[in-house]
């Protein structure tokens, strides 16, 4: 139930504008996604065919680098619940209001005055984590001489290849 919060947590986060909090691939994931207003090129977009080969000690140190991430992003975590805590904001009334701030919706949200002072330094404080968060996640990647846009690439690789993608979590569990 606690990772559903921490989960509802992260997203709300992004919602309200604090941007990677999760980790740069997972929002360079979100940009390829939104169709861009102009044609695609293989520019602006790395594409990755069937034949784009990886080897193993591109995976490896992209699984290593995928653990070094997966603490940051559990350390992020633990840091918002402790603003909401401090703020005296459940996760839920923070997410409930975060989505409707992105909705441009947040004068019809049901809550007290309080409340609203609690969101608003709650999400600021969010925010100015984002700059730190955003370098401690660049040096995770590339501490073992990955770029960041190799690890980008992995990372869509992954997620199109299903068995890459059992590969990657195989040498993940090998820490």
């Known amino acids: 139930m606690i990772n559903n919060k921490l989960k509802g947590l992260a ?5 309200v504008g604090a941007g990677t909090v999760t980790n740069t691939a997972f929002a360079q994931k979100k940009k390829q996604q939104t169709p861009p207003a102009q044609p695609k090129t293989e520019q602006t977009t790395p594409q990755i065919t069937p034949t ?4 193993d000690a591109d995976l490896k140190q992209f699984a290593e680098a995928n653990n070094r991430l ?6 992020g975590e633990k840091a918002m619940l ?9 996760v839920e009334k923070f997410s409930e209001m975060a989505k409707a701030h ?3 919706k947040i004068n019809e ?18 925010m100015e984590m984002q700059p730190t ?6 040096k995770a990647i590339v501490k073992d001489g990955m770029t960041v846009e190799k690890y980008e690439q992995i990372m869509l690789a992954v997620k199109q290849d299903p068995a890459m993608q059992a590969k990657v979590q195989q040498l993940m569990g090998q820490k």
Not at 133 to 138: F, S
Request: net charge negative.
């Open 109 to 126: 949200v049901k809550a007290t005055p309080e409340e609203f002072a609690a969101f608003n330094r709650s999400a600021q404080r969010m």
């Open 133 to 138: 968060m955003e370098q401690d996640m660049e």
């Open 82 to 90: 402790a603003i909401l805590t401090e703020e005296k904001l459940s």
């Open 11 to 15: 997203v709300a986060v992004l919602i």
């Open 102 to 104: 992105q909705q441009q």
């Open 52 to 55: 784009t080969t990886f080897t």
């Open 70 to 75: 997966m603490v940051i992003q559990q350390e």
